[in-house]
């Protein structure tokens, strides 16, 4: 082990680092997340040390050195020209294998080459401009609904955790009808469609709260399901299935062709329109794609909005500046248009100050696919090139580009108003960049600046009292409300907040 793991040092040139027994990322990573000294790599670690691992080398690519699962050298990198030259060079820097992503089949996030080229040729034009107006639209019914019908006349609604009771279920309504094309909501859909023993909405709601347990069980743990949970996840999962192939089968074979523009329609349109058969999708590879958005889609849209809101209680400044701003592109108490996106800027600002601190993909993986290098500047200035072998795994470490001193004046601290005007949009990276980016991103926007809107118009949003947190400083609050729960993306833990009509 000592001399695998000296040679392993060697390849990279020795590069200065930090050594744990256990890995800091993939599956122990994200069992083990704490990081402990010498012991545990820890998922959270970057969260944790800000930038520090990184000033302490002197320079923005660090190496990590593990024993388990096995001995590696690998590099973490924070540096925006080496991540450029990363991204904008898929042959030599694929993805690594995410072969549990491939749950229904082979999708655009699992694949690579030759294979990725034709899912992704497939599923970008899903996300059309009749998509995000669909996800508009349909995003201001859900809103209203949740106001007229759930909330009602009440003055104060008090929720212990804002994911759980409000941005969870907003999510997957809006992915549910702008993505699968089934509009749901919280009273409808509450009995089993014929022959089903969940409904589309139960099912959905199973899998995207412990889509988790899918994607790390080993197979005989899935496959025999001892436990309730992992069977009730499973059978959201066998259900899930059984509608979307007969909404495959519908669709088909329908006399008249409804205009639909959910990312389901449009992925069956595309798969179906060609003739050469060069790009068309099987059943199973459309299945596979449209959950894939699902994943890629609601925990994403609904961890941010939920940090989106802690922060704007924590700072009732801004938040006011926010809904005079709101106020003035609508001013008459009407709903919010689509073509009033644009005039928003205030709400894309504070998503992407939110996404710049808490970036849901805190770390996304590359692998050398050749014997190749790595050319950075160190912080004082001088070139060092980094020999990277063959198979060497490479992290782009998000969360510490965006804490990065040498991109962000004080990075720790939430100032939406740096989005206006000039910024460093290498060194923004929440959705990834070049061609492996996020297809996802426009949705998002749509459908996160759509609930902003209709929320910081009608309600103020604030921290809920609770008496034992009355004497906390600024930085304790800051700790507990953001206090972080990797499930699949990174989650605060527990967020209570109040909603009080304006
Ligand atoms: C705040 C919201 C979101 C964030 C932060 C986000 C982030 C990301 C990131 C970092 C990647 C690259 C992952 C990697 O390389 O391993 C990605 C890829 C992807 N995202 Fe998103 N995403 C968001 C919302 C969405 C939504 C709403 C959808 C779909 C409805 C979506 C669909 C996708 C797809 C299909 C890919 C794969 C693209 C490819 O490999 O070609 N995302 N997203």
Redesign the pocket.
Known sequence: TYVDLRASLKAINNHPGYWSLISSFGLLGFMFQEPRRGVIGGNLRFWRKRHLDFQEAGIDVISHTSFFPNVASRLIIADTAVIKDITGNRVRFP?PS?DALRVWGAN??ASEGEE?KR??KV?APA?SEPNNRLVWTETVKIMMDLFENLWGSREEIAVDHVVDSITLPVALFV?SVA?FGRQVSWQSDLVPSPGHKLSFKDALHVISVDMWIQIFSPKFLWNSAPLKRIADVKLGYEELEQYMLEMVQERRTAEKKEECYD?FSNLLDASDSESDGSVRLTDRELLG?IF???L???E??AH?LAFAFGLLAMHQDYQEKLYQHIKSVVPDGRLPTYEEMNSLTECMAVFYET?RLF???QS??KVAAEDTTLVAADHAGNKVVIPVPRGTELQLS?ISVHRNPRYWDDPHAFKPERFHGNWPRDAF????SG???????R??ET??IAILTMLVLRYKIELKDEPEFAHETYEERWQRLFKLKPVI?IAPARLPLVFKKR
């Open positions: 993805k995410y655009i996030i990725w899912h992704r599923s996300f992915i993505g990312l794609n894939i958005f699902l890629a889609g609601h994403t849209t941010t996404l970036p849901p993909v996304i993986p998000v990276l929440p959705f990834s061609a492996r980016a996020c297809l996802g991103r949705f998002f459908e996160g993306t």
